[in-house]
């Protein structure tokens, strides 16, 4: 019997986060659903967001490509929707710094008038072997109320609007939301969650990429009432928006976000983690346990390594319910 698991993010780390658990097979059949974050509007995605209305692609194409199987047409098709046409040339070109996955999938809403119809197509083009969906189907603005946004001012607390903004703002961020402040959940993700077995949350951005999911009311109430089991994988490294923040202070931003949320497992890098007794109390607020485990590429970066998380989930995701 399949292990359905839903996991949660954008970008790079709930790209990392699926490779991983693809290397989870043979040892286990899971059934994955990715639900992506819609905030970005930085690059590509924020181009056709604000010059199509589209939904924005980018993290979505990179979850596509990271479930794409492992077979010769369906790589190539990865890497083709992977592929980022140069910039610099000296004529104003408007494909210019364009991922073409991120134009395919905007192309396939347009015809089919459906993000999820859309979405599905492009994993049958990728032999994907799993589902990818929005948390929402509109897009959705993310703002943070920051201090020290402004380095003249270190003290002021500024609001700041836009993924791209929040996520490269000097300061720290004292509070997120989103816009407008409700948005309606995807119907398939919500579903989706409902009839997990796992939940899963990180790596990535804390405020920008893994944090939304528990804003949208509908999909954060699903997530509460799900009886599956929830995981968080913590991050390697902080990243500009989440400077100053500990390991176990990014445990804490989810509950205070969601207070109602609990957790089974945390699972971290015990180099990235250091001293182990804050961190082991955060996970402990929220009802779970602790699980150190090397996770980092071998060369020491800040970069989960697919091989080495997956074969920490494995036992994790296993377990008898």
């Not at 890497?79 to 905007?106: K, Y």
Request: with cysteine.
């Amino acid at each position: 019997m399949s292990v359905r698991v839903v996991a949660f993010g954008g970008g790079h780390g709930l790209a990392a986060s699926l490779r991983a658990l693809r290397r989870c097979t043979p040892e286990l059949d899971l059934d994955i659903t990715a639900v992506v974050t819609v905030g970005d509007d930085g690059g590509s995605s924020g181009r056709l967001r604000a010059e199509r209305n589209a939904l924005p692609p980018g993290d979505l194409r990179q979850a596509l490509a990271a479930l794409a199987a492992d077979r010769p047409q369906p790589r190539r098709t990865a890497e083709l929707f992977q592929h980022r046409f140069a910039t610099g040339g000296p004529n104003l070109d408007p494909l210019a710094g364009h991922a073409v996955g991120n134009l395919v999938l905007c192309g396939l809403m347009e015809l089919l008038g459906d993000p999820v119809a859309a979405l599905d197509h492009a994993a049958g083009m990728l032999g994907a072997v799993g589902r990818v969906l929005p948390m929402s189907c509109h897009p959705v603005g993310i703002e943070a109320r920051i201090r020290g946004a402004d380095r003249r001012r270190p003290h002021t607390v500024l609001t700041v609007r836009g993924q791209h903004e929040v996520a490269i703002a000097d300061g720290r961020v004292e509070s997120v939301r989103l816009t407008p402040e409700a948005p309606a959940a995807c119907p398939e993700a919500v579903t989706a969650v409902r009839e997990a077995d796992w939940l899963i949350f990180g790596p990535g951005s804390w405020y920008t990429s893994v944090i939304p999911h528990l804003l949208v009311p509908e999909l954060a109430a699903a997530i509460v009432a799900s009886p599956a089991r929830r995981l968080v994988t913590l991050n390697l490294a902080n990243e500009a928006e989440t400077l100053g923040l500990s390991l176990a202070d990014h445990l804490a931003a989810l509950g205070w976000y969601l207070p109602e949320l609990t957790v089974d497992v945390v699972v971290a890098d015990g180099k990235a983690v250091g001293d182990p007794e804050p961190v082991h109390r955060a996970a402990e607020s929220l009802g779970a346990r602790l699980v150190l485990a090397p996770v980092a590429v071998p060369d020491g970066g800040p970069q989960h390594d697919p091989a080495a998380l997956g074969a920490a989930l494995v036992p994790l995701l296993g377990a008898d319910r």
